[in-house]
């Protein structure tokens, strides 16, 4: 069964610094998404994005943060400058069409910042 | 705006016996609703779906959900637990607006199977 790949599952970084978070959606999913999970708390949508370009994006998603589909089959998650507060497991997700068919969903990546 | 309530934390069910965990929704649009499994260490797995056809979905795993839209429900039900069931389970609604859809999850139910 095709899977969303993400890569690394685990990172710690030092406060400030710049991180990226990879992600392989499955091949012919056209909608892909970021989604993050704080410790004890809910998943939370970042954003999404279609057609080369953000869709959809939550409050969450400040200039920090940025995506981009760099070579047709990676998606990336850049987070500028790290904060303690961004210490996250961040899922990526992707799908065929949007909405009715579901998302597939990464193992996600588990980001410390310290 | 959307909401999901997931009206229990944690549900304890002992092997072989029946699971239910509630969910309820709200949407200002026809929804689609969802529900995924997260095992400990794991991505979330979808378990199934409703997308406006039959009411009784049925997923994987033997778990099934009926949608009620005069209840504004979703449950998650199973005929008997298995012991792999434990797991943390995310009721998610999605809906539409400007074309563009995100998904709103629930707080997550805590499965916990007994033998």
């Known amino acids: 069964e095709p899977e969303v790949t993400q890569t690394p599952s685990h990172q710690v970084t030092q406060m400030g610094q710049e991180v990226i978070l990879r992600c392989v959606p499955i091949?012919?999913?056209?909608?892909f998404y970021w989604y993050r999970q704080i410790l004890g708390q809910k998943v939370e949508f970042l954003v999404s994005?279609?057609?080369?370009?953000?869709?959809?994006k939550s409050e969450i998603f400040d200039d920090q943060f940025s995506v981009e589909r760099p070579d047709g089959s990676n998606f990336t998650l850049k987070i500028r400058s790290t904060k303690l507060e961004d210490s996250a497991m961040y899922f990526c997700?992707?799908?065929?069409?949007?909405?009715?068919?579901?998302?597939?969903f990464g193992s996600g990546t588990r980001l410390t910042v310290v | 705006a959307q909401s999901v309530t997931q009206l229990d934390s944690h549900v304890s069910v002992s092997e072989g016996t029946p699971v239910l965990l509630r969910c309820n929704y709200s949407?200002?649009?026809?929804?689609?609703l969802f529900w995924y499994v997260q095992h400990p260490n794991k991505g979330l797995q979808l378990l199934l779906k409703?997308?406006?056809?039959?009411?009784l979905v049925k997923g994987i795993n033997g778990f099934e959900a009926e949608f009620k839209k005069s209840e504004t429900s979703f449950h998650l039900t199973k005929p008997s637990a298995h012991m792999s069931d434990a797991a943390e389970y995310f009721c998610?609604?999605?809906?539409?607006?400007?074309?563009?859809?995100?998904?709103?999850f629930g707080k997550g139910t805590m499965l916990l199977v007994s033998p």
């Open positions: 997700a992707s799908s065929e069409a949007d909405r009715y068919y579901g998302y597939t």
């Open positions: 091949s012919n999913h056209l909608y």
């Open positions: 994005f279609y057609n080369n370009e953000i869709s959809e």
């Open positions: 949407s200002s649009y026809s929804p689609s």
């Open positions: 409703y997308t406006s056809a039959a009411t």
């Open positions: 998610v609604v999605s809906e539409s607006k400007s074309g563009y859809s995100t998904l709103t």
